[in-house]
């Protein structure tokens, strides 16, 4: 999905604003797209859009909720988690 965009954080943001402006079809498609891609880069981009939308949540009334994210994307995340390997200096992905 990133071949095109090099900067990460650029896709971070792009998926962070697609949830707010559509937050069901975001749900379904791009975030269930980037985790059963195999890229890990790609399971790094939704995890920290994930984190993003959390963090912010609840701030501004005219957001959505993540609420329904959270239910969907949470089987994926801990299968993320599973799989990802303890020793975090070999995995770590500059962002």
């Given at each position: 999905?990133?071949?095109?965009?090099?900067?990460?954080?650029?896709?971070?943001?792009?998926?962070?604003?697609?949830?707010?402006?559509?937050?069901?079809?975001?749900?379904?498609?791009?975030?269930?797209?980037?985790?059963?891609?195999s890229?890990?880069?790609?399971?790094?981009?939704?995890?920290?859009?994930?984190?993003?939308?959390?963090?912010?949540d609840?701030?501004?009334?005219?957001?959505?909720?993540?609420?329904?994210?959270r239910?969907?994307?949470?089987?994926?995340?801990?299968?993320?988690?599973?799989?990802?390997?303890?020793?975090?200096?070999?995995?770590?992905?500059?962002?």
């Amino acid at each position: 999905m990133n071949s095109e965009i090099s900067d990460p954080n650029i896709l971070v943001d792009g998926l962070v604003a697609l949830y707010r402006s559509s937050p069901i079809s975001a749900t379904s498609v791009p975030f269930g797209k980037l985790f059963a891609d195999s890229s890990e880069m790609n399971r790094t981009v939704a995890v920290k859009a994930c984190q993003v939308l959390q963090v912010e949540d609840g701030r501004l009334p005219w957001l959505p909720p993540v609420s329904d994210l959270r239910e969907r994307v949470a089987p994926a995340i801990r299968g993320v988690l599973k799989v990802c390997p303890l020793d975090s200096e070999s995995s770590q992905i500059d962002m």
